[in-house]
């Protein structure tokens, strides 16, 4: 598509000069308009024919300097002519910041210094004004600024963003002699005396940058802008390098011994991809969008050209692309850190810096002679340390977990330059895999030596299975990195937990771990738990026989190995049953424990289901999950040493009620007893003795009070949870009731016990997950919560207008979560269990509740667990009968009606669970 031609523009306004501002914007901007929309579709064009994102960029900068040039000659022109300028009158138009780069994305801002001699004249005034004026009604975000060239010198000397612009500044039209003037001056004054100070504030801006994109490059919806890895991290190498070495072109870093020729063809892989990535996701949004969000993957995934392979979705290999990339952007970041450091501390270039160092050691050498330490880290002895003995390439960080020392980025430099030499020999080799393990399960910082080694790539190369996962997403809203840097970051808890660290969060598991024999077994377990993720077959099958191949080559021993495979098959099984199951329910335990079988099992699968949960993301791992996995704990412990988890029911209710006679002392013997009958043998069995006290006072106040539906609630900041307790008339319809009010008032339901009384009136239990930090603002939220409740048993409200208000007006397609109905009458001694799973949504808990109202099921708990965009509802239920669901028409009736709850609205978006 040929576009218009910017002089035709121009003549298009007649020779006759147009004197009127007004006019002259109404007669340009149109033309603009039309120039700016077919350029930027044209951009779009090469961009999907040719797959490149810097020419891309490129483009689109040089369209806007032709559009800026325009509107100066036709400012100039008609209305602010200068015949014969005085000096005064001189103008430079530049542009600076990404756009002085000679880069734009679709969506970018346009910044442009409006250059002077001396202080501002009437004339350029009126220039600069009706300038800004016509780009302003393109529509452009236009950074700008107008100074004279003395301004710009006082002004950079003291604000490091203005430096920072000036740095990149590129003429575009008007007086050039002007900008020879500034970019002279500022070498001269400004960027030859103040290189220190300019790296260290752009270091340290760059920290905090990535802290508040998100501090790991591994984040599942990254900034590619602004994020770890991303373009800002590029830009901030140039800007480091151009002011250090005071050069003009990036190509210019390789002659100045900054990088190598293949690392600055890896500089160029990586701003082109980021590049494309950057705009097509401005095409693909219309605006300046630069987070990588889950609904823009699939489309972005689409629009570079992948496909599913290997196991892998389109949008899975895409973003594995991506985060290759962003790890490449941190090497190079490593490699210019270390070149600074070096030319701090030797104050004269060196353009063979790296073999250059080697023979300067300092500090002594480390066991034999391959290694040194340099300025306090351990480097190589020469370039043939890993070549003389591949070994080495895993004894580098075994050295450094030891001696508790950083590792060299030259040493880690010439490690990731060495990793054709990891083949199987070394593989095989015991002593490689003797030093693997120690460095898996080391008592000091197995995660950042693990870390160092992932990034530098002999991670992957030395355990293969664990390079299919490095850069793996998974496509869901519940794990925030990478399958690589979540298995790091499992060690990363566990060593935690071994230290007896955040004892608050996991009591149990920081007590028991002394007790552990399997110690080895366990750290390789978390190790390699998720390795088989990515693969068609159940990851967990799959990730066993990995590690029945991988335990022997380690030197774990066959007990060792089996202990490995078996945690990681059922590496899911603790967390399940605790957060999905009715834990008071016998048959829950025993089931549970036929597969543990032992306590060092029991305890091995605790330590690792909590480093597992911790690891997948903040706020991941809550107070109530911990409250979960104890309970499931101490009950299994029960069966396991011997005890029985159904033993003399009627001894059991007998000592509920005994203890809680004795805790309400003040109660009359006949009002006790009166009480005492109207409890089901179930709500003996499955509440706790303070729990049993507290809702006896609260049944009695309500009805001292003459209420007949009331609540109450308190928090557990421990638990992580907050408790409401409901006392109503029952009726089949009430957990809808209760869930939809939950729902229209922004409760997050995570628990449910249900219970009857034999006069009829629901005693039930609610927990909600905390929404704020301040028991104070808890209480408050509670409190509405409860009020919500409590007007729509009283039929106050509609409460299917109520969710049905809170419902997303726009459904998002960036998940397909297939719905599944499962009916299980095995799990349970007296209940049938139903579980349900799909995508979840605002209200979904309500309109599967009211389903179940409407099929004539009693609902006697309800378990409710979010992964994410995933949601799994477990009920235990019975027919109105009292009785379990066995007949296959009447189950075959209830799995279609829960599966068309999901029709309707089957791609609703989710934001946060609300009941």
Known sequence: MPLQNPDAILKSLGDQPIRDAGELRARLVPELKLYLEEGRAQAEEQLLEAKDGLVCAKFLSAHMDDLVRLVHEAVVRHLYPAGSPTSGE??????????????????????LLFLLPYKQTAWSESVVEAMLYVLWDLKLKVGHATRSVEDCMREAAADMTIRTSLLEVRFLFGDRALF???????????????????????????????????????????????????????????????????????????????????????????????????????FATGRAEERLTFDLQRIIAERIGFSPRGGLSAVERF???????????GDLTAIVCAELEARQTKKRPMLDRMFGRFRRRRGGA???????????????????????????????????DKHNLAIHPDATRLATRSLKLIG??????????????????????????????????VLGRFVPDFGRIVAMMQFNMYHHYTVDEHLIRS??????????????????????????????????????????????????????????????????????????????????????????????????????????QTMERLKLLLVLTIADIKAVGPGTWTGWKGQLLRTLYHETEVLLGGGAADVARSDRIRLAQEQLRAALPDWSGEAFEAYAARHTPAYWLKTDDERRVKQAHFVRDAEKAGRTVTTSYETDH??????????SPDHPRLLAIVTGACAAAGGNIVDAQIFTTTDGMALDTIVLSRAFDRDEDELRRAERVAKAIERALKGEVKIADLVESKRPAKPSKAFHVPPEVTIDNSLSSRQTVIEISGLDRPGLLYDLTTALGKLNLNIASAHIVTFGEKAVD??????????????????????????????????????????
């Open 90 to 111: 001189r103008i430079a138009v530049v542009a600076t910041g990404g756009y002085g780069r000679g880069t734009l994305a679709p969506g970018s801002d346009v910044d």
């Open 180 to 282: 020879d003037t500034l970019v002279q001056r500022f070498d001269r004054e400004i960027v030859a005396t103040s290189a220190a100070e300019f790296v260290d504030a752009k270091l340290k801006e760059r920290d905090a940058r990535v802290t508040k994109a998100g501090a790991s490059r591994y984040l599942v919806e990254p900034n590619v802008k602004d994020g770890k890895g991303g373009l800002r991290d590029l830009n901030t190498l140039f800007w480091i390098g151009k002011y250090v070495y005071q050069v003009k072109k990036p190509r210019e870093l390789v002659k100045a011994g900054l990088f190598t020729p293949d690392e600055f063809k890896l500089f160029l892989r990586c701003e082109e991809f980021l590049w494309r990535v950057r705009c097509h996701m401005h």
């Open 874 to 915: 477990v009920f235990y239920v019975t027919d109105l009968t009292g009785t379990k669901v066995t007949h296959a028409g009447r189950q075959a009736t209830i799995r279609r009606v829960l599966l068309d709850v999901f029709k309707t609205e089957e791609a609703e978006p989710f934001h946060r669970r609300s009941a």
């Open 319 to 329: 973003m594995k692309a991506y985060f290759l990339i962003a790890k490449d952007v």
């Open 424 to 457: 199987q020999k070394l593989r095989r080799d015991p002593e490689a895999n003797k030093l693997f393990l120690d460095i898996i399960t080391s008592r000091n910082a197995p995660e950042v030596v693990l870390r160092h080694m992932n990034e530098a790539g």
């Open 491 to 596: 060690i990363g808890v566990l060593t935690e937990i071994e230290a007896g660290q955040l004892g608050n969060e996991h009591p149990l598991a920081n007590q028991i771990f002394g007790t552990i024999q399997n110690r080895r077994a366990l750290y390789v377990a978390v190790f390699l738990h998720d390795i088989a993720k990515g693969r068609p077959e159940d990851h967990s099958i799959a990730g066993a026989a990995i590690a029945r191949k991988l335990g022997p080559r380690f030197g774990l021993t066959e007990a060792e190995t089996n202990t490995v495979a078996w945690l990681i098959e059922h590496h899911l099984l603790m967390s399940n049953t605790a957060q999905s199951r009715d834990l008071s329910d016998p048959a829950t335990i025993k089931s549970f424990a036929d597969v543990v």
């Open 718 to 727: 421990f638990r992580g949870v907050t408790e409401l307790t409901i006392l």
């Open 366 to 400: 480390l066991e034999g002679n391959d290694f040194v330490i340099d300025n306090n880290r351990i480097n190589v002895s020469g370039e043939d340390v890993f070549g003389r003995d591949p070994v080495n390439l895993i004894r580098l960080f075994w050295l450094a």
